[in-house]
């Protein structure tokens, strides 16, 4: 395989900062890299270095003559005065481009539902994004480097691009580098991983999955030898110890050994390690929304840079103006939109769930009928009395009336003291265990970085106790090392969790169950993820090529009343339930899964029994044998039934 772009002892730093020293990478044609790490670590500027837009203060970056390279930033970058059509493809002539299949695949599946002649600066963020990244992919390039590429797109944008990107090349043609924090699209299109940490990259084979494998062997070696180095170091200190008139005479090779011992202590490295915060009380009710339909004012101006299809006010927030532009909403009465249609949810107690959904779908206005931002055109919202909601939104608002308040002083406004995981903790060693150092917790919230600010939003919203959580994108700004630590958090929570997101690993990582806002409708996904694209990709195929606004696939085969489609496994004449029937088959239901995890457990236990019994008692491995079937029987009937109940209450 041929070498495309190499650095060789690169050297950057800044005035408070050493970002690189003396690193050596290379770029070989067939390379699909991802770049994970801290925030802040140097991610995006390595990627910058190799793409010369930055150069190093020392060492030198080299690019095999006649290779093209291509790059997304993180940063917007299109020219606001131009179209959409102009930014994507140039002058090239339409049926150029048109006759191109590469160019035809990017367009589909990026921008199909942008106004071709929208002026850029009209967009908004997320389209912008999407328009950025087709204009990148319709080019030809050897070598492409992506910064955060899946930022504003929904899941099935992200499956999308991972396919495109997976078919751009011949296996060992062309060249990949992306950052990310989304560790299934890691997984999904790279090969090779390199860690940027401690001014230094260090390369793992594979996607992310056996990055994270082999890093905890890197971390358990390295602990071992740890451990040997610390029980030779309390062995040096002991011997320093011994008393002073002693220590005159102990060679003094002996001692410089023990001091750099001591000197040479690594910091421990940032971790999240909160658990168990406490949370109010919860009682058996929490937020019962019966029959709700949703509509809003439809928008008045109809040459915004929608109005031709789902690229409303704010792709990136599915409000009611987005709503009523994406096509996922139905017309209702004269001048008004339908966003949500004949939804019933009870949410219980320490559930779980994922919510899924295209951008534009009514997943925020859904959030909003669970914490009253949002009254029902119809039906009715009921809320228990002990429920304390708390919402981690995108926009990160909690900290604006503090933005000039120093970090420690923010958090001690809230208490004096807290316990979390039955240890009682000041303020400081709360922030400590979040991975602020001391230099940052005495830094104004202003200054903290986009992630810094994510975690510190988070540590808030848990301080003030609440027993219903709901995350509104909180995968954004953060890299994965603390995405898994949230994770861990999130794992421990013992109250309710809601979480609206476009990272496939988090959502299926974080919540026991999926549903998705499709058409108005809200649909359960007992298949979780791989359902829902399966559903998106049957309505896809049913979309008339090039029809306006037929771009997002979830949005076909709706009719002027809201109706599922048939896709959606339900017969449009079917009666749905009513409020009492669904509250029953939902008690009924919960009944029903702990029936069918009490009989795994005893089916596992005979398993066990059976494992351990003598092989030539025939007799009694015959009767263990005729009880786990029995058992199996059981356990198949209760699938079926939860099957039938799950579709019920759809």
Same mark, same amino acid.
């Not at 990160?396 to 009336?401: C, F, K, R, S, T």
């Given at each position: 395989?041929?070498?495309?772009?190499?650095?060789?002892?690169?050297?950057?730093?800044?005035?408070?900062?050493?970002?690189?020293?003396?690193? +050596?990478? &290379?770029?070989?044609?067939?390379?699909?890299?991802?770049?994970?790490?801290?925030? &802040?670590?140097?991610? !995006?500027?390595?990627?910058?270095?190799?793409?010369?837009?930055? =150069?190093?203060?020392?060492?030198?970056?080299?690019?095999?003559?006649?290779?093209?390279?291509?790059?997304?930033?993180?940063?917007?970058?299109?020219?606001?005065?131009?179209?959409?059509?102009?930014?994507?493809?140039?002058?090239?002539?339409?049926?150029?481009?048109?006759?191109?299949?590469?160019?035809?695949?990017?367009?589909?599946?990026? @921008?199909?539902?942008?106004?071709?002649?929208?002026?850029? %600066?009209?967009?908004?963020?997320?389209?912008?994004?999407?328009?950025?990244?087709?204009?990148?992919?319709?080019?030809?390039?050897? @070598?492409?480097?992506?910064?955060?590429?899946?930022?504003?797109?929904?899941?099935?944008?992200?499956?999308?691009?991972?396919?495109?990107?997976?078919?751009?090349?011949?296996?060992?043609?062309?060249?990949?580098?992306?950052?990310?924090?989304?560790?299934?699209?890691?997984?999904?299109?790279?090969?090779?991983?390199?860690?940027?940490?401690?001014?230094?990259?260090?390369?793992?084979?594979?996607?992310?999955?056996?990055?994270?494998?082999?890093?905890?062997?890197?971390?358990?070696?390295?602990?071992?030898?740890?451990?040997?180095?610390?029980?030779?170091?309390?062995?040096?200190?002991?011997?320093?110890?011994?008393? =002073?008139?002693?220590?005159?005479?102990?060679?003094?090779?002996?001692?410089?050994?023990?001091?750099?011992?001591?000197?040479?202590?690594?910091?421990?490295?940032?971790?999240?390690?909160?658990?168990?915060?406490?949370?109010?009380?919860?009682?058996?009710?929490?937020?019962?929304?019966?029959?709700?339909?949703?509509?809003?004012?439809?928008?008045?101006?109809?040459?915004?840079?929608?109005?031709?299809?789902?690229?409303?006010?704010?792709?990136?927030?599915?409000?009611?103006?987005?709503?009523?532009?994406? &096509?996922?909403?139905?017309?209702?009465?004269?001048?008004?939109?339908?966003?949500?249609?004949?939804?019933?949810?009870?949410?219980?107690?320490?559930?779980?769930?994922?919510?899924?959904?295209?951008?534009?779908?009514?997943?925020?206005?859904?959030?909003?009928?669970?914490?009253?931002?949002?009254?029902?055109?119809?039906?009715?919202?009921?809320?228990?009395?002990?429920?304390?909601?708390?919402?981690?939104?995108?926009?990160?608002?909690?900290?604006?009336?503090?933005?000039?308040?120093?970090?420690?002083?923010?958090?001690?406004?809230?208490?004096?003291?807290?316990?979390?995981?039955?240890?009682?903790?000041?303020?400081?060693?709360?922030?400590?265990?979040?991975?602020?150092?001391?230099?940052?917790?005495? +830094?104004?919230?202003?200054?903290?970085? %986009?992630?810094?600010?994510?975690?510190?939003?988070?540590?808030?919203?848990?301080?003030?106790?609440?027993?219903?959580?709901?995350?509104?994108?909180?995968?954004?700004?953060?890299? +994965?090392?603390?995405?898994?630590?949230?994770?861990?958090?999130?794992?421990?929570?013992?109250?309710?969790?809601?979480?609206?997101?476009?990272?496939?690993?988090?959502?299926?990582?974080?919540?026991?169950?999926?549903?998705?806002?499709?058409?108005?409708?809200?649909?359960?996904?007992?298949?979780?993820?791989?359902?829902?694209?399966?559903?998106?990709?049957?309505?896809?195929?049913?979309?008339?090529?090039?029809?306006?606004?037929?771009?997002?696939?979830?949005?076909?085969?709706?009719?002027?009343?809201?109706?599922?489609?048939?896709?959606? &496994?339900?017969?449009?004449?079917?009666?749905?339930?009513?409020?009492?029937?669904?509250?029953?088959?939902?008690?009924?239901?919960?009944?029903?899964?702990?029936?069918?995890?009490?009989?795994?457990?005893?089916?596992?236990?005979?398993?066990?029994?059976?494992?351990?019994?003598?092989?030539?008692?025939?007799?009694?491995?015959?009767?263990?044998?005729?009880?786990? !079937?029995?058992?199996?029987?059981?356990?198949?009937?209760?699938?079926?039934?939860?099957?039938?109940? %799950?579709?019920?209450?759809?």
């Amino acid at each position: 395989m041929a070498h495309l772009i190499g650095g060789e002892n690169l050297h950057l730093e800044y005035p408070t900062k050493t970002v690189f020293d003396s690193v +050596t990478v &290379g770029i070989d044609e067939g390379d699909r890299i991802g770049i994970v790490g801290r925030n &802040g670590d140097g991610k !995006s500027t390595l990627m910058r270095l190799l793409a010369g837009r930055i =150069a190093p203060d020392s060492g030198r970056v080299t690019v095999r003559s006649g290779t093209t390279v291509g790059m997304l930033d993180q940063a917007d970058t299109l020219d606001p005065d131009q179209t959409v059509g102009h930014a994507v493809v140039g002058d090239v002539p339409d049926y150029v481009w048109a006759a191109d299949p590469k160019v035809r695949d990017v367009i589909s599946g990026l @921008v199909s539902d942008v106004d071709w002649d929208t002026p850029v %600066g009209q967009l908004s963020g997320g389209q912008r994004r999407r328009v950025a990244l087709a204009s990148l992919l319709t080019g030809d390039w050897d @070598v492409i480097f992506l910064d955060e590429p899946t930022n504003h797109l929904d899941v099935d944008g992200i499956t999308w691009l991972a396919k495109h990107l997976n078919n751009r090349w011949s296996r060992n043609a062309g060249a990949l580098v992306v950052v990310t924090h989304d560790r299934w699209f890691l997984d999904a299109v790279c090969t090779d991983t390199w860690e940027v940490h401690d001014r230094i990259v260090e390369p793992f084979e594979g996607g992310y999955a056996a990055y994270v494998l082999q890093r905890v062997e890197r971390d358990r070696q390295a602990a071992v030898v740890e451990q040997k180095r610390q029980n030779l170091m309390r062995k040096e200190l002991a011997w320093l110890r011994r008393g =002073a008139p002693a220590r005159t005479s102990k060679p003094k090779f002996r001692i410089d050994a023990a001091n750099q011992l001591i000197s040479d202590v690594p910091p421990p490295r940032d971790s999240v390690s909160l658990s168990r915060m406490a949370v109010s009380r919860l009682g058996k009710d929490v937020v019962d929304i019966e029959d709700v339909s949703v509509e809003f004012p439809s928008p008045a101006v109809s040459g915004s840079a929608g109005s031709s299809g789902p690229s409303g006010p704010s792709a990136d927030d599915d409000g009611a103006a987005t709503a009523a532009s994406s &096509g996922a909403s139905s017309p209702g009465a004269s001048g008004r939109t339908r966003v949500l249609q004949d939804v019933t949810w009870l949410i219980a107690p320490g559930e779980r769930t994922g919510i899924l959904g295209v951008n534009g779908a009514g997943k925020s206005t859904l959030l909003g009928l669970v914490t009253g931002a949002v009254e029902p055109t119809t039906g009715r919202v009921k809320r228990g009395k002990t429920v304390k909601i708390a919402t981690l939104t995108q926009q990160l608002a909690e900290l604006e009336d503090v933005a000039n308040d120093r970090v420690s002083d923010v958090v001690a406004r809230k208490k004096t003291s807290y316990v979390t995981d039955g240890k009682e903790m000041t303020p400081t060693q709360l922030l400590e265990r979040l991975g602020f150092s001391s230099a940052q917790l005495k +830094t104004p919230v202003k200054d903290l970085s %986009g992630g810094q600010k994510r975690r510190l939003q988070l540590l808030l919203i848990l301080l003030d106790e609440p027993n219903v959580l709901i995350l509104d994108e909180p995968s954004n700004d953060l890299d +994965t090392d603390m995405l898994a630590a949230m994770e861990d958090l999130l794992d421990t929570w013992p109250g309710t969790l809601l979480v609206v997101s476009h990272d496939r690993y988090l959502l299926e990582r974080v919540t026991d169950q999926q549903y998705a806002v499709i058409n108005g409708r809200f649909r359960h996904l007992p298949g979780g993820v791989e359902e829902y694209l399966n559903l998106s990709a049957t309505a896809a195929s049913g979309t008339a090529a090039g029809s306006s606004g037929a771009s997002n696939p979830l949005a076909a085969s709706s009719s002027s009343s809201g109706t599922a489609p048939a896709s959606d &496994g339900a017969a449009p004449s079917e009666p749905r339930l009513s409020g009492a029937q669904a509250r029953a088959a939902q008690k009924e239901l919960g009944a029903v899964e702990r029936k069918m995890q009490k009989l795994g457990e005893q089916i596992e236990a005979l398993d066990g029994t059976m494992a351990a019994a003598d092989p030539s008692d025939f007799e009694g491995l015959g009767k263990l044998a005729a009880q786990k !079937s029995e058992l199996q029987e059981q356990l198949d009937e209760l699938e079926l039934r939860w099957l039938e109940l %799950g579709e019920a209450l759809e």
